[in-house]
């Protein structure tokens, strides 16, 4: 989501450039087999030695086969503590979460994560990735774990589908934790690689091989240059170093990435996130404020949809806000799960 002109303009010419190779015979090719799903890091872990996101990252690790194909979950903490999910954004899978999550189940919380389709250990169905694929995921899988409520955190676009999900299933809910949300940001807000992603046939040709590439060394490179006049902290190379992973040998995450970019409305859910003013349970937002993804005017469209929503600003906070700044996060946690 993090983007320059130089790298719009140059995705814009290799999209050209792409459809004058042959771009029909790339959509042909990659949508022969609809319905089925690319494999995940699953089908090539074990011939990797020290994977950056091994299969045992967290405890509890288990699979689970969903309408739209296996899906990787962690599950862990005391049987009897509170529940709480943590959704994950676009690029970094459920590893994002590591000093958040472990704290929160060494504190007492029953500690539920996963992989969303087409990222880590869960596969990439070839279907549109919107909302209601992201919904019908979680869904599941807190019917699958025998959760009837829990609360929920949702970062970035994790923060959208819990957002959707909530509008869906109140009922489910015991607190909701936004953290730099996704949806709620103003048209003019979407950089220019954003509107290239709506382009026909854009999912299939940022698959390519060498599209990929560029565009897996560009988005590696935004997350270490994020921190390069006070170094690199070991919790972004790591990140970095998972992005790579994906980039590299996760058959269905660049399609997984780029048909999101397309189909999940990054400023068109002021209705799902406003259904939460009406509800009972306790909602807050968490926002950087160095965070370059998601601007500040979604803190300010969250209180004029949420006005009763609790606020948390967090200095010097980029929008890894979670691997960064992980004891501002937890603090906000402790006194809010039920």
Same mark, same amino acid.
């Given at each position: *989501?993090?983007?320059?002109?130089?790298?719009?303009?140059?995705?814009?010419?290799?999209?050209?450039?792409?459809?004058?190779?042959?771009?029909?015979?790339?959509?042909?090719?990659?949508?022969?087999?609809?319905?089925?799903?690319?494999?995940?890091?699953?089908?090539?872990?074990?011939?990797?030695?020290?994977?950056?996101?091994?299969?045992?990252?967290?405890?509890? /690790?288990?699979?689970?086969?969903?309408?739209?194909?296996?899906?990787?979950?962690?599950?862990? /903490?005391?049987?009897?503590?509170?529940?709480?999910?943590?959704?994950?954004?676009?690029?970094?899978?459920?590893?994002?979460?590591?000093?958040?999550?472990?704290?929160?189940?060494?504190? /007492?919380?029953?500690?539920?994560?996963? #992989?969303?389709?087409?990222?880590?250990?869960?596969?990439?169905?070839?279907? #549109?990735?919107?909302?209601?694929?992201?919904?019908?995921?979680?869904?599941?899988?807190?019917?699958?774990?025998?959760?009837?409520?829990?609360?929920?955190?949702?970062?970035?676009?994790?923060?959208?589908?819990?957002?959707?999900? &909530?509008?869906?299933?109140?009922?489910?809910?015991? &607190?909701?934790?936004?953290?730099?949300?996704? /949806?709620? *940001?103003?048209?003019?807000?979407?950089?220019?690689?954003?509107?290239?992603?709506?382009?026909?046939?854009?999912?299939?040709?940022?698959?390519?091989?060498?599209?990929?590439?560029?565009?897996?060394?560009?988005?590696?490179?935004? *997350?270490?240059?994020?921190?390069?006049?006070?170094?690199?902290? #070991?919790?972004?190379?790591?990140?970095?170093?998972?992005?790579?992973?994906?980039?590299?040998?996760?058959?269905?995450?660049?399609?997984?990435?780029?048909?999101?970019?397309?189909?999940?409305?990054?400023?068109?859910?002021?209705?799902?996130?406003?259904?939460?003013?009406?509800?009972?349970?306790?909602?807050?937002?968490?926002?950087?404020?160095?965070?370059?993804?998601?601007?500040?005017?979604?803190?300010?469209?969250?209180?004029?949809?949420?006005?009763?929503?609790?606020?948390?600003?967090?200095?010097?906070?980029?929008?890894?806000?979670?691997?960064?700044?992980?004891?501002?996060?937890?603090?906000?946690?402790?006194?809010?799960?039920?």
């Amino acid at each position: *989501m993090v983007a320059s002109t130089a790298l719009s303009t140059t995705i814009a010419t290799s999209l050209v450039v792409a459809a004058a190779m042959g771009a029909y015979k790339v959509f042909k090719s990659s949508t022969a087999h609809q319905g089925s799903a690319l494999p995940s890091l699953k089908s090539v872990a074990r011939d990797i030695p020290d994977i950056a996101y091994p299969e045992d990252y967290y405890p509890g /690790g288990q699979y689970v086969e969903l309408s739209f194909g296996e899906t990787h979950y962690f599950l862990f /903490g005391p049987e009897d503590g509170k529940k709480i999910v943590f959704v994950h954004g676009l690029s970094t899978p459920a590893s994002m979460y590591n000093a958040v999550a472990r704290h929160m189940a060494n504190n /007492g919380c029953r500690v539920l994560l996963y #992989d969303l389709y087409s990222r880590g250990y869960s596969v990439g169905p070839l279907v #549109d990735h919107d909302p209601q694929l992201y919904v019908i995921q979680l869904h599941e899988l807190l019917n699958h774990v025998g959760w009837k409520k829990c609360n929920i955190v949702g970062l970035s676009l994790g923060g959208g589908i819990v957002a959707c999900f &909530s509008h869906q299933f109140p009922e489910v809910v015991e &607190s909701l934790t936004f953290i730099a949300p996704g /949806g709620l *940001m103003l048209p003019s807000e979407i950089p220019r690689v954003g509107k290239v992603f709506l382009m026909p046939y854009s999912v299939e040709i940022f698959s390519h091989r060498w599209i990929k590439g560029y565009f897996s060394t560009r988005n590696i490179e935004s *997350m270490r240059n994020e921190f390069k006049l006070d170094g690199v902290p #070991d919790c972004i190379e790591e990140a970095a170093k998972i992005l790579e992973l994906q980039f590299k040998v996760h058959a269905g995450y660049a399609r997984g990435l780029m048909s999101t970019l397309r189909h999940f409305p990054l400023t068109k859910l002021r209705s799902q996130f406003a259904s939460s003013q009406q509800q009972s349970y306790p909602v807050q937002i968490l926002w950087g404020t160095k965070d370059k993804v998601i601007p500040g005017t979604t803190v300010d469209t969250i209180q004029q949809v949420i006005p009763r929503i609790k606020v948390t600003v967090v200095e010097g906070a980029t929008h890894s806000i979670v691997m960064t700044h992980p004891g501002a996060v937890i603090e906000q946690l402790e006194n809010f799960v039920r």
